[in-house]
Every structure is written in C-alpha cells, then in structure tokens.
T-cell receptor
Framework: GENVEQHPSTLSVQEGDSAVIKCTYS??????FPWYKQELGKRPQLIID?????GEKKDQRIAVTLNKTAKHFSLHITETQPEDSAVYFC????????????FGAGTRLAVHP | SAVISQKPSRDICQRGTSLTIQCQVD?????MFWYRQQPGQSLTLIAT?????????ESGFVIDKFPISRPNLTFSTLTVSNMSPEDSSIYLC?????????FGPGTRLTVT
C-alpha cells in the first residue's frame, strides 16, 4: 500500500523567514497531493493542493512543489508570520483512489516574533 | 469549500458504553469518510461511509466496533461501541467532491 514520510517533525523559525516541509511517497501512481494546516483544537484545513500534471502551484505566501521522478512534494511558506504556527500535514490518496487519504505524521511549525 | 458539521463536539463516556457521532454535509459532497486522530498524532482513516450500504473499513477497524450508517447523501453516523480508554480520540468526518476533501470540526471523546 501507499506510504508517506514527512520531515521535519518540528520546525522553528523566526518571523519573516521561510519554512519548507517535505513529504516522500512510494506509489508512482499517486496523482493528487494536498496540504492541510491544523491549529490547536481546530479541524484540519486544506491550504493548497497540486495535481500530478503540474510541478508547482503558488497561493500568496504558500507554494507546493512536486517532483514525480523523485517521488516527493514540498510545502514552502515564505515571509512566515506568527499565525502560521500550526501543525501541517501532507496527504495523498490511497492506491487506486482519489479521495481516501493517507496522512503524513505532521510537522509542528513554530514562528517566533 | 464544503460545509460540514458534527455533533456532539465533545463527550466524556464511561467504559463499556457506546457513543454515536453525527455528521452533516452540504450537497457538494459525494463521498464521506470517518477519521480518528489520537492525541498529538496524525489522522487515520477508519472507513468510507457508503450511501445506503455497508461502510468500507480500513485495516485495523471493524464494523462491530465502529458501525457506520449513511442513510442519505448528506448525513452519516459513526458509533464507537463498547468503549475503552484507548478509544479516547478526536473523531472527524470528512466530505469530498472530486479532489478537495474538507473536514468537520471533530468530536473529542474521552473514555473514563
């Protein structure tokens, strides 16, 4: 079955710095790569996603890049702000499906003022 | 994005009892799922809630412990049966159309 590894598990940055979180996967058939942000006590929120036919997608300060050859995708946050502090999860579909998601272990991001 | 609600938002239950969690989604959703998130951990898929038929369970989850219903397109329930302290978790329902998957606010369950 599908497997996804997420690194780092924790990340501490100064406000204004960039943060990068990386996930690697095993199933070459994967074609959809979402990222979720979960603030303490809140539901996971979809913040950005990418499909396999593009290599990069940006939305203001966040971007996702995909390297299908190397089987990894990354979340990039630029000009970090304290409100970016949260746990971030990558996810991808179980083999053979679009919607059943397997999640990475999560990265706890702390942005210090 | 889809609008998803759950109730109860939290509950404290005694071991050996059962709790039913309800999830309501808006009409944009075609597929519904139930996940578990243990304290400080990631999300794990319990099952796919199938409309009008038995749910499809993932490895490690069984119908007798987590019976699921989905009587119509926009409503589903998850029951946590014969609870033990190890069932203390956040239970989340989710809904999806084509790709994007959205989550309900979760039900925080504590079993004493």
């Amino acid at each position: 079955g599908e497997n996804v590894e997420q690194h780092p598990s924790t990340l501490s940055v100064q406000e204004g710095d960039s943060a990068v979180i990386k996930c690697t996967y095993s199933d070459s058939a994967s074609n959809y790569f979402p990222w979720y942000k979960q603030e303490l006590g809140k539901r996971p929120q979809l913040i950005i996603d990418i499909r396999s036919n593009v290599g990069e997608k940006k939305d203001q300060r966040i971007a996702v890049t995909l390297n299908k050859t190397a089987k990894h995708f990354s979340l990039h946050i630029t000009e970090t702000q304290p409100e970016d502090s949260a746990v971030y999860f990558c996810a991808l579909p179980f083999s053979g499906g679009y919607n059943k998601l397997i999640f990475g272990a999560g990265t706890r991001l702390a942005v210090h003022p | 994005s889809a609008v998803i609600s759950q109730k109860p938002s939290r509950d404290i239950c005694q071991r050996g009892t059962s709790l039913t969690i309800q999830c309501q989604v808006d009409s944009q959703v075609t597929m519904m799922f139930w996940y578990r998130q243990q304290p400080g951990q990631s999300l794990t898929l319990i099952a796919t809630a199938n409309q009008g038929s038995e749910a499809t369970y993932e490895s490690g989850f069984v119908i007798d412990k987590f019976p699921i219903s989905r009587p119509n397109l926009t409503f589903s329930t998850l029951t946590v049966s014969n609870m033990s302290p190890e069932d203390s978790s956040i239970y989340l329902c989710s809904g999806t159309g084509t790709y994007e998957q959205y989550f309900g606010p979760g039900t925080r369950l504590t079993v004493t």
